[in-house]
């Protein structure tokens, strides 16, 4: 049965209240309507949700790869099944528009169909040795039991994409969702796999804020790997607990992604891929663009189309179907965007559009006369505030692109394709694309970044590297001659 009551946290296959006295409340933030509050978990409820894994999947493990199929695929069919119920989450949830919550639903149904794949990839492999008589065997395991950290700008996908490889694989996971989408990052997950069958305290959902809980669920000693999707600032804290103790990260971070259109680029299409890459989803991507790199030659031409376009941009209710930009999710992230633009615009650049706010709903803003040293080009925006810098060669560009720390995606646009994937070779991150913009995912590619932008990649058999360990198990057929250590003895 699908359960649609989600003011409680989900424990041992248990719905319940947590025990903390503090409560998450859950609101739109369209409106700051109340969806729904929920008591928090405290520690006490975190060690109850590790240990409750632990205990499952010691059987999980050993359960038959048909059998985790079975499970992933009634998963899937319970989503295509709730499918209404899950996109209206996202959009009175995370402010998403509803092509955003469609396109977040398929994805996620997407990811979960790529997992359905993995019991049968927990193949070993046998290699020969150079001791006589002797085989080695290497053994793809479980680690045990995962935590997962889920965010709040593609709750449904993000944390998926982790849960479906975690429970493929056999493992056991505890999640804690962002207090800002408890729901459509978590408890909807608890509903979810309960309708489909899994077995009892192999997921858990422990919806608490990260003062009372947020280190607890990193250091706790059962868990042996930590996934989570956000800041690169709260990414590095975990990274240092975590190693603290010896476990395994999965880190996808922050961005400040670049598009670059360079002299022989077609203008329209690179416009088109500006406009997605910037205001999709308001902006609040990891992967959206944060900078758009224009060759000083065509600066001009390609501002004034995008100018041209983004008018046409509608925004304000992400419930009706034309809406293009929704509100951001809370505002806390309006107020530190017009920091930077206000802080931008007195060091010389130009507002062209928008620029003003309505509660959480930020215009389509357009920004020239920017350069790469302002707040609006440094920081990671993370709205729908797109930045227009130009070049003067293709040195410049690659500089201006490298010269920050993070590196999770990018593109640049090109007549010439091969001279695209030149350029693109010469950036330094985890993913790029030519002719197209920053942000694409598809499940069975590697997905993540490189120096602040994280750690590990997400998707297809690179996350098995990341949620499974290697164990060398060797087997002497014939007795071993130990040589002269134990002639001597003889």
């Excluded at 060398?472 to 002639?487: A, C, E, K, M």
Aim: glycine share 10%; net charge negative; proline share 5%.
């Amino acid at each position: 049965m699908f359960t649609t009551n989600f003011s409680r946290i989900y424990i041992d296959g248990e719905w319940r209240k947590g025990k903390s006295e503090k409560t998450v409340k859950n609101v739109n933030p369209l409106n700051g309507e109340e969806l729904v509050t929920i008591q928090s978990a405290d520690k006490e409820d975190l060690n109850e949700a590790y240990e409750a894994a632990a205990r499952a999947q010691k059987e999980w493990q050993n359960e038959l790869p048909q059998k985790k199929q079975e499970v992933l695929e009634k998963a899937i069919a319970v989503m295509e099944e709730n499918k209404a119920l899950i996109v209206d989450w996202l959009v009175k949830e995370a402010g998403s528009t509803i092509v955003k919550a469609e396109v977040e639903f398929q994805a996620s149904l997407d990811i979960t169909k790529e997992s359905v794949r993995f019991p049968y990839k927990m193949e070993g492999k046998i290699f020969p040795s150079q001791i006589p008589g002797k085989e080695n065997r290497v053994y793809r395991n479980p680690l045990g039991v995962i935590g997962i950290i889920s965010p709040w700008n593609f709750p449904l996908h993000l944390a998926i994409r982790s849960i479906a490889p975690a429970i493929a694989t056999g493992n056991g996971v505890v999640i804690k969702p962002a207090t800002d989408t408890p729901v459509t990052g978590g408890l909807i997950f608890a509903s979810i796999f309960e309708a489909a069958g899994l077995p009892k305290g192999l997921l858990n959902v422990v919806v608490g804020r990260g003062s009372e809980i947020g280190d607890d669920i990193v250091t706790h000693p059962i868990p042996r790997l930590i996934s989570f999707t956000g800041s690169t600032e709260v990414g590095k804290h975990i990274g240092e607990l975590a190693g603290g103790s010896l476990k395994k990260t999965a880190l996808e971070l922050g961005g400040n992604n670049a598009m670059v259109v360079l002299d022989d680029a077609d203008i329209d299409q690179a416009v088109e891929s500006a406009l997605f890459g910037k205001f999709y989803h308001q902006g609040q991507i990891c992967m959206a663009l944060n900078r758009i790199l224009v060759h000083r030659d065509i600066q001009e031409q390609f501002t004034d189309r995008f100018l041209e376009l983004a008018r046409k941009l509608t925004y304000g209710d992400p419930g009706d179907e034309n809406t293009a930009v929704g509100p951001l999710i809370n505002n806390k992230q309006v107020e530190r965007i017009l920091e930077d633009v206000e802080e931008s615009v007195q060091r010389g650049a130009e507002i062209r559009l928008g620029g003003q706010a309505d509660g959480n709903v930020l215009e389509p803003t357009v920004l020239t006369g920017v350069t790469n040293e302002m707040p609006i080009a440094v920081n990671e925006i993370f709205g729908p505030v797109a930045c227009i810098i130009p070049f003067d060669s293709e040195e410049d560009a690659i500089k201006m692109v490298n010269d920050y720390s993070f590196g999770l995606s990018g593109s640049v646009h090109t007549s010439n394709i091969e001279r695209g994937a030149s350029f693109a070779h010469k950036i330094h991150t985890g993913m790029i694309h030519v002719n197209d913009q920053s942000v694409n995912d598809e499940p069975h590619v590697p997905f993540g970044g490189e120096k602040d932008s994280g750690l590990g990649r997400f998707n297809g058999e690179w996350v098995l590297e990341e949620f499974t360990t290697l164990k060398w198990l060797s087997v002497q057929h014939t007795p071993r001659d130990y040589g002269p250590f134990i002639n001597k003895l003889k």
